[in-house]
């Protein structure tokens, strides 16, 4: 049905001229179209063509969040691309043209807000792209009443109140619950586990549901905090776990930029153990320490150019076309190399459309109820399922299978893809609970 995808690689340096122009005017407030180079062609197979639909981005381009946000850009184009190159998203007999239009929220809820109301009401978007946390709470009521599907990628923003918002695409937190179980069974004699992360919405709530699963797994949590968003300077932080002694440092969710700022003092300051994360960008990393320091650091990201995934695969196809197009002295260059954040995001995109084409239709509800009634849907990250009702009081959560990496010589590679529903069954109760006094549960928030 949708246009083949795959993919890989590490951190972004600096966005390519055309992207920087279009994020200043959306820091100076406004909404702006996505370049693409393809225009959408002439429909296949002689079906006639309806109206375009529009997508929106709603992230932080600038900021110590765009690590998570600016990068998802081009994934998301690949895909509109690909589509508009068949004559656009079939619907109903009917194909559809796509068009992207992003806004920098900077991760500020009324920033958010403020470009949420624009994408809908200036742009007609029909679904968008996000990262969450603050902007998924300040967006949610505006979003809930025009029936607009906003993609997270935090499963944790997932509400029954929120009932237009999707997530898990990126498997947050679900590999955060996971890294814990992974450790102990690769080696039974880690006992000490230390977590850290910023005291926003994402990194309270994300934070909880790891300690509850490290608890289950037998883990003695030994340093549970979090580290105001305003942090500078990580030495005292670093210090104050280490005086803990852990034999594995988890930094959550931790922003990019905060993750290489942590990973350095542990360096500075001596830590031995495991480095254990969300999302590592090695690339960013090893311009502080040195490569053998990060060897088996484990996080959830992988690289699509991972020989997991083998040849022919949705994976290969994406990498050679996103190096073709963006890679260092492609035609649309970002003067980087890929990373996890640029097929992050398509996932839920995909997800949406497909979606659209069960459906028949663009119509929130049902493009909702159709995914749920599917067995699987395929996502980039292997077959996924409609779930989450026990965690979120909802089944908007998408569940892929959860790949776990650790890093060779400087490169992550997947060790394992974990099924997180079977895991989190025998679990639950135990998991539950501690979440709940952390208040962090869906109904406490």
């Given at each position: 049905?949708?246009?083949?995808?795959?993919?890989t690689?590490?951190?972004?340096?600096?966005a390519?001229?055309?992207?920087?122009?279009?994020?200043?005017?959306?820091?100076?407030?406004?909404?702006?179209?996505?370049?693409?180079?393809?225009?959408?062609?002439?429909?296949?197979?002689?079906?006639?063509?309806?109206?375009?639909?529009?997508?929106?981005?709603?992230?932080?381009?600038?900021?110590?969040d765009?690590?998570?946000?600016?990068?998802g850009?081009?994934?998301?184009?690949?895909?509109?691309?690909?589509?508009?190159?068949?004559?656009g998203?079939?619907?109903?007999?009917?194909?559809?043209?796509?068009?992207?239009?992003?806004?920098?929220?900077?991760?500020?809820?009324?920033?958010?807000?403020?470009?949420?109301?624009?994408?809908?009401?200036?742009?007609?978007?029909?679904?968008?792209?996000?990262?969450?946390?603050?902007?998924a709470?300040?967006?949610?009521?505006?979003?809930?009443?025009?029936?607009?599907?906003?993609?997270?990628?935090?499963?944790?923003?997932?509400?029954?109140?929120?009932?237009?918002l999707?997530?898990?695409?990126?498997?947050?937190?679900?590999?955060?619950?996971?890294?814990?179980?992974?450790?102990?069974?690769?080696?039974?004699?880690?006992?000490?586990?230390?977590?850290?992360?910023?005291?926003?919405?994402?990194?309270?709530?994300?934070?909880?549901?790891?300690?509850?699963?490290?608890?289950?797994?037998?883990?003695?949590?030994?340093?549970?905090?979090?580290?105001?968003?305003?942090?500078?300077?990580f030495?005292p932080?670093?210090?104050?776990?280490?005086?803990?002694?852990?034999?594995?440092?988890?930094?959550?969710?931790?922003?990019?930029?905060?993750?290489?700022?942590?990973?350095?003092?542990?360096?500075?300051?001596?830590?031995?153990?495991i480095?254990?994360?969300?999302?590592?960008?090695?690339?960013?990393?090893?311009?502080?320490?040195?490569?053998?320091?990060?060897?088996?650091?484990?996080?959830s990201?992988?690289?699509?150019?991972?020989?997991?995934?083998?040849?022919?695969?949705?994976?290969?196809?994406?990498?050679?076309?996103?190096?073709?197009?963006?890679?260092?002295?492609?035609?649309?260059?970002?003067?980087?190399?890929?990373?996890?954040?640029?097929?992050?995001?398509?996932?839920?995109?995909?997800v949406?459309?497909?979606?659209?084409?069960?459906?028949?239709?663009?119509?929130?509800?049902?493009v909702?109820?159709?995914?749920?009634?599917?067995?699987?849907?395929?996502?980039?990250?292997?077959?996924?399922?409609?779930?989450?009702?026990?965690?979120?009081?909802?089944?908007?959560?998408?569940?892929?299978?959860?790949?776990?990496?650790?890093?060779?010589?400087?490169?992550?590679?997947?060790?394992?893809q974990?099924?997180?529903?079977?895991?989190?069954?025998?679990?639950?109760?135990?998991?539950?609970?501690v979440?709940?006094e952390?208040?962090?549960?869906?109904?406490?928030?």
């Open positions: 049905m949708l246009p083949r995808m795959g993919l690689r590490r951190n972004f340096f600096k390519s001229s055309a992207v920087i122009a279009a994020a200043a005017a959306a820091s100076a407030g406004s909404a702006f179209e996505v370049p693409s180079l393809i225009k959408p062609a002439n429909a296949q197979s002689n079906e006639p063509v309806g109206e375009t639909i529009n997508i929106g981005f709603l992230a932080a381009l600038s900021g110590p765009a690590g998570w946000g600016l990068p850009l081009t994934g998301n184009q690949i895909f509109i691309d690909r589509t508009n190159a068949e004559g998203l079939l619907v109903a007999g009917k194909r559809h043209p796509l068009k992207m239009f992003a806004f920098d929220d900077e991760a500020v809820g009324s920033k958010a807000l403020q470009g949420a109301k624009q994408l809908v009401l200036e742009n007609d978007v029909k679904f968008i792209s996000a990262i969450g946390g603050n902007p709470d300040a967006t949610h009521p505006f979003l809930s009443k025009k029936k607009v599907i906003y993609a997270s990628l935090i499963s944790t923003d997932i509400k029954p109140d929120r009932p237009y999707i997530a898990g695409g990126d498997v947050t937190p679900r590999i955060d619950m996971l890294r814990p179980f992974y450790h102990r069974f690769v080696d039974p004699s880690l006992k000490r586990w230390a977590v850290v992360s910023q005291d926003d919405t994402i990194g309270l709530t994300s934070q909880a549901w790891e300690v509850g699963s490290a608890l289950a797994d037998g883990w003695d949590v030994v340093y549970d905090e979090h580290y105001a968003i305003e942090t500078t300077d030495a932080v670093v210090t104050a776990i280490l005086a803990t002694k852990p034999d594995v440092v988890s930094l959550n969710l931790s922003y990019p930029t905060f993750v290489v700022q942590i990973i350095e003092q542990l360096y500075l300051q001596g830590f031995k153990g480095i254990s994360a969300n999302y590592l960008d090695t690339e960013s990393i090893l311009q502080k320490v040195p490569v053998e320091y990060i060897e088996g650091a484990t996080d990201f992988p690289l699509f150019d991972d020989p997991w995934w083998g040849t022919p695969s949705w994976q290969h196809d994406f990498i050679t076309e996103w190096m073709g197009r963006y890679g260092p002295g492609a035609p649309e260059t970002v003067n980087r190399e890929i990373t996890g954040i640029d097929w992050d995001h398509v996932i839920t995109l995909m949406w459309a497909e979606g659209a084409q069960f459906a028949g239709t663009f119509d929130p509800d049902a909702l109820k159709s995914l749920r009634a599917q067995a699987s849907v395929p996502t980039i990250l292997g077959p996924a399922k409609m779930a989450g009702k026990e965690m979120w009081g909802i089944d908007n959560m998408i569940s892929p299978p959860i790949p776990i990496n650790e890093t060779r010589d400087g490169i992550k590679r997947i060790q394992a974990v099924r997180f529903d079977q895991w989190f069954e025998s679990r639950k109760d135990r998991i539950i609970k979440v709940e952390k208040g962090q549960m869906h109904y406490q928030r």
